[in-house]
């Protein structure tokens, strides 16, 4: 399960995200990485930032990086995930967010769910794209296949409400960590293709209207 690419082909870039479109428009997205603590929410930013996997600590507060990836300048970021109630300081004026959960731990699953289906129902966060990154898939004798953990989040009923893309991936090796950024970027190019589309169309009516006959007067 992922998102639905079909409006476009596409675009893969060398893994550190070096190249953007010479000259074209640069796109700016603030976006929020989120998960329980142990996620693997921070070794994910760095691995993006570096390519290589660093060890971390937890996060206490705020971690901050800009990553310049295609047309897009990203601002990342990486809040705690010890104490989730302090999340909804950060929902202002966000353009997506990252949701990191351990494929390893079954047993806080259910919580992982409980905090994702209330950052679901937040006004403040409105209708952002979310992407659901299933990290330490690189522990193979422990990590949850796809399909049970889309189920056991009830993932596919989230995805009637917002854009959903779902990404397994891997801090440790830097695997699927670029194929879920390519998911999300996707889905900002398709929502200003949209925007664009309803410009045009909005554009046109008007035109049409200015040229219609102006009723006689009635006396």
Same mark, same amino acid.
């Given at each position: ?23 074209g428009?640069v ?12 996620a ?9 930032r ?7 600590v ?20 990486d809040?705690?995930?010890?104490i ?30 409980l ?11 409105g #209708?952002?794209?979310?992407?659901i990154?299933? *990290?330490k ?18 993932v596919?009923?989230?995805? #009637? ?19 879920g950024?390519?998911?999300?970027? *996707? ?8 925007a664009?589309?309803n ?5 046109t ?8 006959p102006?009723?006689?007067s009635k006396?």
């Open positions: 399960m992922g998102c639905d690419m079909s409006f476009l082909s596409k675009a893969r870039l060398s893994k550190d995200g070096d190249e953007t479109a010479a000259g428009e796109f700016e997205k603030r976006i929020l990485l989120l998960g329980l603590d142990n693997g929410k921070t070794s994910l930013l760095f691995h993006m570096d390519s290589s996997f660093k060890d971390t937890p996060t206490v507060g705020l971690n901050i990086e800009h990553i310049q990836y295609k047309r897009y300048s990203l601002t990342f970021w809040v705690g995930g010890q989730t109630k302090l999340w909804r300081h950060y929902f202002d004026k966000i353009d997506g967010v990252i949701f990191v959960i351990d494929s390893t731990d079954k047993v806080r699953l259910q919580k992982a769910k905090e994702l289906e209330k950052l679901m129902i937040d006004q403040s966060i #209708q952002v794209p979310f992407l990154m299933y *990290n898939k690189d522990i193979a004798d422990k990590t949850m296949s796809q399909e049970d953990l889309n189920q056991s989040l009830a596919e009923e989230m995805q #009637q409400h917002r854009p959903i893309c779902i990404q397994d991936c891997s801090a440790l090796t830097g695997s699927g960590i670029w194929d950024m390519d998911k999300m970027i *996707n889905v900002y190019e398709q929502l200003k293709s949209q664009t589309n410009a045009e169309i909005l554009n009516s008007k035109q049409q209207a200015k040229s219609l102006s009723e006689p006396r």
